[in-house]
């Protein structure tokens, strides 16, 4: 039997009131970039793991709604606290992003948004993406004391200590979250999903280095990394390090009109995912796209949950 190599899509959904360069100019251009996205993934066979702001849960209360029961995508948390604060947030933030906050400002933060969105859509979230990739020590900690299960907090190799963003050696690979190193494997029952990339490569894009991944964001071939290179080499680096789970992973945004087809994203999206077909087909693996509800499930199939140490 073909060894799966499983693949995670993911839209951050970025409030349209703060008009900035990442977040749409409207509800409805907010609607059309994600309900885009998902159409392009059921063009393609790839579900969409969804993580929107407070803020646009609210504004868009009755597409959330929709996606209950729906296989194809699921809805978790993605925030940047100075964003709540700015739009409704009102307990105490000595931090604008998540990687200066003490625990018990993380938690009630953490806690005022999923109620939140349980009062406006009926979804209790357990999956969260941090603002910037912004963490410090207690995140996967909170995280588990807040009630939710899986993250997306990390991207290895980035280095922005402004935002509290630095993972320069952080654990590369999909892992069980750690109470007090969020850069390592730990005994949380928390899976923590980083974006997949080459490791071998670094590129100063954006003002800040990091290492080649899939967004769609990112026109990485027009810089010399074409998809297929940075899959086959991660591909080859999971392979060398004994990685039991292995998996690709693609972060796009809301400010992205994906109901366009034109749109450069929206070609990439497609290059990304055809590419990851050939890959897959060439060198002998199965590709399983899934959303990070479905992704944890496998996860504790092939590496199961050992519990707390004695």
Not at 1 to 21: H, K
Not at 103 to 115: C, G, H, N, S
Not at 144 to 165: L, N, R, V
Not at 177 to 193: A, H, I, M, Q, W
Request: charged share 25%; with cysteine.
């Amino acid at each position: 039997m073909a060894r799966p190599v499983f693949f995670l899509v993911s839209q951050d959904g970025e409030p349209v009131q703060l008009n900035n360069e990442m977040a749409p100019k409207t509800v409805e251009a907010s609607r059309a970039a994600h309900q885009g996205l998902w159409r392009i993934g059921d063009e393609m066979g790839f579900p969409v793991t969804n993580f929107p702001h407070v803020q646009v849960v609210e504004e868009l209360a009755s597409m959330w709604k929709s996606t209950v029961g729906d296989e194809r995508r699921t809805v978790g948390l993605h925030s940047h606290p100075w964003k709540d604060k700015l739009l409704g947030y009102e307990g105490p933030l000595s931090s604008p992003h998540w990687g200066g906050l003490t625990e018990d400002e993380q938690i009630r933060l953490l806690k005022w948004a999923r109620q939140k969105i349980l009062d406006k859509t009926g979804i209790l979230v357990h999956d969260f993406r941090s603002g910037n990739f912004s963490t410090n020590k207690s995140i996967h900690k909170t995280l588990a004391a807040a009630g939710f299960t899986g993250s997306s907090c990390s991207a290895p190799g980035h280095d922005k200590k402004d935002t509290f963003s630095s993972w320069p050696n952080a654990e590369p690979y999909p892992y069980w979250g750690n109470e007090g190193d969020p850069f390592r494997k730990g005994t949380l029952r928390l899976v923590e999903f980083p974006q997949s990339m080459d490791l071998s490569k670094i590129a100063n894009v954006n003002g800040y280095p990091r290492h080649p991944d899939l967004t769609p964001d990112i026109a990485w071939p027009d810089f010399g990394f074409p998809y297929k290179e940075t899959m086959n080499n991660s591909l080859d680096q999971q392979l060398e390090a004994g990685n039991p789970f292995l998996y690709f992973s693609s972060l796009t945004h809301n400010h992205v009109d994906y109901s366009n087809d034109q749109e450069p994203q929206s070609v990439r999206i497609r290059e990304i995912f055809e590419t990851a077909k050939e890959v897959c087909a060439e060198r002998g693996f199965k590709l399983v796209p899934v959303t990070l509800t479905q992704a944890k499930r496998y996860y504790e199939e092939i590496c199961p949950y050992a519990g707390a140490p004695e």
